[in-house]
């Protein structure tokens, strides 16, 4: 009888808007993608929840359309490994059952009861000095006021839904979930531990902190245990294999957050190497040799899951949520993704892109979005070229600070990932606007399958460990985007005005913020 070899990894892309599972070769090259979509409800403004129960239906839809297509999958497979959103709060009972929706990450109805839990006097940046700096010490940075990070969605559940509280056993992130309902193992990363700051991250501590967690109140029991993303807390369970379909023991590797695997799937990994992930929200990141931290613009180095390698993300909440938004409302008339750019045309209005409220270099839930400028002589492609260049400026106000970092690598083409790559005409816009060479990933829509799928190729024996297996993916390149020099002053000018407006309109997006009762 011959055996079939178990040559393939399923890596799992547990995302905002959907789930996809690629199937991967060990040299992590994709053979296929299946995608299948869920719902996120925003009962209230603030809040954004998803149902646990629906990520799973979509991982078992999305696997039986892979068995069309490959009927010898679950023999083929070697193991499955995941990757997820990050800053999502999951209460579950004693066996895993999520006792309510998800608040995941896009979720800022726990702004004010964050800033009540970091504030007090003195204060610094709006946090209680000591608070800030002891925060800062033990896990290299501090919950995000604008009420996105666990702590704050942590409180909230306890004070205003004390039932559910009563009855949870365990606080999980998304991903944290689905390892459980796959293995019965209730653990987590280290990337989703040190977002919820209550991690000590200081260089041999890496383990929860009894002070953080006492300061928000949350019993030792009630957080998962912190496993390495490339190793396997344990196989499919029976009755899990059962359900998908894939057999039982079949290796469960820990995986990562979205952001670790989109790092990876860059393929710049070497520290200071920059990417940027540019999807719903976007980002910029790289590893480092030792803890980075701006505080004052709201970003750090948090702990990778492999070998505890700091990772600098600088996060940005609205980037493609932008362009989808406009085009949604520009059915018939010129929406971004067809947009061609006029060289006679009049400047657009100036598009403020914080749909979501924003994170990096301003950490601020109360902004929002705008044009400004306006005047009868705009017509339908001037907004969209005015949104394109919104996440563009909006893009460069974190790179700027971000390259100045200790330690980044200079002069360096920026490699991008993420399905806003598909963009041409944002593309080049990104590259005029950064003035910096952009390197566009072979599969820059699938960077985090196949950066998860890095982490379980080192498990698996298919290469020697996750930064080879990585650094293989950034030898190639499907576009390059060059910068046209007459666009510079164009840009710089219309940086400093993105600039000043923010200066001159935060304090009254604050105002209307409250006025309108978008507090959650």
């Keep these: 009888m011959v055996m079939e070899k178990r040559d393939l990894i399923l890596s799992v892309d547990v995302g905002t808007t959907g789930l996809r599972i690629g199937v991967v070769r060990a040299d992590l090259s994709i053979i296929t993608v299946a995608v299948q979509s869920y719902p996120t409800r925003f009962a209230q403004p603030g809040h954004a929840e998803q149902d646990p129960d629906e990520w799973w239906l979509a991982f078992r839809a999305a696997l039986t359309e892979l068995f069309g297509k490959m009927p010898d999958l679950p023999k083929r497979a070697a193991g499955l490994v995941i990757s997820a ?32 839990a970091m504030g007090g006097f003195p204060s610094i940046l709006g946090y209680g000095a000591h608070k800030l700096l002891t925060s800062l010490w033990l896990t290299n940075g501090a919950p995000s006021l604008n009420g996105m990070d666990p702590p704050g969605k942590m409180i909230w559940l306890r004070e205003n839904e004390p039932e559910i509280w009563g009855r949870t056993h365990k606080l ?69 294999a059962a359900d998908l379909g894939l057999p039982a023991g079949l290796p469960v590797i820990a995986g990562c957050g979205d952001v670790c695997a989109a790092a990876l799937g860059s393929g710049q990994v070497g520290d200071g190497e920059l990417h940027l992930s540019i999807g719903t929200s976007s980002w910029i990141g790289g590893f480092y040799p030792s803890r980075r931290l701006k505080a004052s613009e709201g970003y750090a180095t948090i702990l990778s899951p492999i070998n505890n390698r700091p990772l600098l993300i600088a996060t940005q909440e609205s980037a493609g949520s932008c362009l989808d938004w406009y085009d949604s409302l520009a059915s018939g008339a010129a929406q971004t993704r067809l947009f061609r750019a006029d060289p006679n045309a009049a400047p657009p209005p100036l598009f403020l892109p914080w749909l979501a409220g924003e994170r990096v270099p301003a950490d601020d839930e109360r902004l929002r ?70 390197s566009i990933a072979p599969e820059a829509r699938l960077s985090g399958v196949q950066g998860a799928a890095a982490i379980a190729g080192a498990h698996l024996g298919f290469f020697p460990n996750p930064w080879e297996a ?51």
């Excluded at 929860?208 to 912190?226: E, T």
């Excluded at 969209?384 to 790179?399: D, H, K, P, S």
């Excluded at 105002?511 to 978008?518: A, L, M, R």
Aim: hydrophobic share 40%.
């Design 172 to 240: 999980l992130d998304v991903k944290d979930w689905f390892i459980h309902k796959a293995t019965g193992r209730f653990v987590t990363t280290a990337d989703s531990a040190n977002l919820t700051w209550m991690m000590d991250t200081r260089p041999r501590r890496l383990a929860w902190s009894p002070y953080l967690m006492k300061r928000f109140g949350i019993a030792p029991h009630m957080l998962p245990d912190i496993v390495a993303g490339d190793q396997s807390p344990g196989g499919l369970t029976a009755l899990a």
């Design 369 to 438: 979005g705008g044009f400004l400028g306006l005047s009868l002589m705009h017509d339908s492609r001037s907004l969209a070229q005015g949104v394109i260049e919104g996440v563009a400026l909006n893009t460069r106000w974190a790179y700027r600070s971000v390259r100045q970092q200790k330690g980044t690598a200079a002069g360096r083409r920026l490699r991008v990932v993420g399905g806003v790559t598909q963009n041409h005409a944002f593309c080049q816009t990104l590259a005029n606007c950064l003035a910096t060479e952009l």
């Design 85 to 116: 959103q990050l800053c999502g709060v999951v209460p579950v009972d004693t066996e895993g059952q999520a006792l309510r929706p998800c608040l995941i990450w896009l979720d800022k109805r726990s702004s004010k009861v964050t800033r009540a």
């Design 470 to 520: 990585a650094r293989s993916l950034g030898e190639k390149e499907a576009a390059v985007y060059r910068p046209d020099p007459r666009a510079a002053s164009y840009f710089d000018r219309r940086f400093d005005l993105f600039v000043d407006a923010y200066r001159r309109n935060a304090p009254w997006f604050r105002t209307f913020y409250n006025s309108e009762g978008e507090r959650g």
